[in-house]
């Protein structure tokens, strides 16, 4: 047999969170107007990131490409040309593409990338009205060219080889030129 509290009490004590919101104010998110930041680590669309000289990051070694669990990168890499390099090295990546449609952004691309090529913006809007227009190539995923930054393919700066890169002991071609711009 039921005894009271289960009888007239639970009923009630159940529909405790109707009434506790009934009454509430109503909140209205003004998304396409009012856009909120995202967490500094938030995993958004990828960005190819450049040397301060300009020369390209990536080495076209595939590791995001074979890490990916979604298998939505495709990278192909080719050998530099003497003295018209992409990237310092022996190797770039000729061609990249993510396809955001496969994309989980899990960031697993990101953790394998040996020389920091590959990292994740905070840009969230993704969605387009086609499928081809998803399938970010390599000029849409590379960072911009920032003041003091030459335009790929170069020769590495003077007197640096592919380990002072790697280490980051590069500086911007305007701090090495006396500040003309090239």
Known sequence: MASVKESLWDPIAGFGVTFRTMFRGVFTEEYPFEKKPTAPRFHGRHQLN????????????????????????????????????????????????????????????????????????????LADRSRESLIYEKKDLLAPLLPGMEEPPHAMQPGTTDKDYYRGNIIPLTAVDGGGDK
Not at 69 to 92: C, H, K, L, M, T
Not at 93 to 118: D, F, S
Request: aromatic share 10%; hydrophobic share 30%.
């Open 50 to 125: 450049r040397w301060p000289d300009g020369l390209e990051k990536c080495i076209g070694c595939e590791l995001c490409a074979w890490a990916c669990p979604a298998d939505a990168i495709y990278v192909e890499g080719a050998n530099n040309g003497e003295g018209e390099q992409f990237s310092p090295g022996e190797r770039y990546g000729r061609v990249y593409q993510i396809n955001y449609l496969r994309c989980i952004l899990c960031g697993l691309c990101i953790e394998a990338c040996p020389t920091r090529a590959l990292t994740m913006t905070n840009e969230y809007e």
